[in-house]
């Protein structure tokens, strides 16, 4: 069961009506009492109109000096590891020995497995192999600075305790470890920056439902939210972000999810500020709103990339083999001097490469995924990069509406398609 806060609302405009109305007494004026009644009722759409306008936001205010300032650890960054690791792990992609196609981390989606069922898997998660210090050891040997873990993916599990909900990984065998906590400490031990991922939609959740949960067609990265339950989820949402602050003061928050038809860019900047007043030096993917609108803190690509320079700071995002998380089977590894290449046309353009690994169900990385770090380390200490980084001029912000999003070649482009919906 999923513990919420809520705040107690009001409809000012209803109460000043009545407060009105109460003055009216019995030894008013019939003429004037239908005078008053009448305005007053003539004024009540005005006033709901007023209460129900949407709010015009704007990401917190910050100078380009202060920005620059808070940006510089990342433009200083060539290079990063992704891990994606969550209950999906334990399956390697497979359900009931059923392989089920697409990345391995949407196996619930894709597989359209019952929530029920699938929150089942919390009871054998003990990924007891899983080595911090030697995770991001290696992450620093092969040249990265910084790492970014998925604390929640879409399917609602998290990896910390956090008092908004027991889909959690203190109701597991693992209870007694923090996976968050011990791969933070190692990334202090080892001068490498600390990140977050956080997923947007949530498959777990109860006021969400995936398409077919409701017999329709459709993505299930398009959760559905149900009738009149959306700030409830914000709210749950907002509480558990400035929770994973708190405790782990994360240096990015990567947030994933956004095409959620339900999400607005207003939501995304509504959280982004709570964000920044929380942390001032924090940074945060634009992912955090609809990615196509927004460019704040910076631009996230994924197993794709710009053909030329970007203006902006930015990150592409790649798995070594197929899938982000744990495969079993998936063997499609690309060779060291395919990442370094990689590496550098990123690098050249501006942009820092972010690349994955996917612990198995009991922690452990893959061998191959090891080895690959370690050749591509020697590739760079024999040939190193230079990065080349924009100059930034402005604080970007929302685009406007009537200039498309850019796609990989910097382009206009249409909306981006669901990830891992491939």
Known sequence: MIRYKSAPGSVPHINIFFKHTLMITQKTPISIRKLIVAGLLASLPLAFAEEEAPKELAPKAESLESYNSRMQWFVDSPYGMFIHFGLYSQLGGFWKEKPIGGYSEWIQGKGNIDREEYAQLAKSFNPADFDADLIVRSAKEAGMTYLVITAKHHEGFCLWDSQYTEFDVTNTPFQGRDILEELRQACNKHGIKFGIYYSIIDWNHPTQNRPSELGKNGSPGHTLMVDGRKQEYVDYQKNQVLELIKKYDPAVLWFDGDWANWWTVEDGIELYNAIREASPHIIVNNRVARRERCEFDFVTQEQNHFKDAFPRHWEGCYTMNKSWGYKKGDNNWKDAKTIYNKLKDINEKGGNLLLNVGPDGNGRVQPEAYAILKETAELLKATPIRK??????????????????????????QEPAIDGAE
């Open 388 to 413: 080349h980084t924009p100059t930034i001029t402005a604080v970007p912000g929302v685009i406007e509406t009537q200039a498309k999003p850019r796609n990989r070649k910097g382009k206009a482009s």
